[in-house]
């Protein structure tokens, strides 16, 4: 079975498909079968993402708006579960949780920074 990672990565596409002897491949997202809508959806989460890099400087990326991080987190948070839930068994998930709980844990720093203690 195909293992898959939903990453952001700066210059490749969020999909990474390892095969059995664990060697990845990077893929477009249109080459997976899932919804249109969600397609579309990390598509344009990849096209944000992207916009960070930093050309002068790339080991420092452009990532200065705290709400603006924060949507996209939260956008990616469930974009991933979307993911996971439209190949079901086709393929694994690889890395899921790891990659998940930095979503997480990213999502509730920049909470904790643009919301303080008292959050709506």
Known sequence: MKKIRYFFEYKCSPIWIYD???????ID???LPINT????????????????????YPAESL?????RNYIFTKRAIESAKLLKKELGEN??????????ECLFEESK????????????
Do not use: C, W
């Open 63 to 67: 990532h200065n708006d705290k709400i």
């Open 20 to 26: 059995d002897n664990m060697e990845v491949d990077n």
């Open 37 to 56: 809508y969600l397609k579309e959806e990390i598509i344009e989460l990849d096209r944000l993402y992207q916009e960070t890099y930093n050309d002068d």
């Open 91 to 100: 393929f694994s998930f690889f890395y899921y949780l790891i990659d998940m």
């Open 109 to 120: 720093k920049l909470e904790l920074e643009i919301f303080g203690l008292n959050k709506i």
């Open 29 to 31: 997202i249109t080459e």
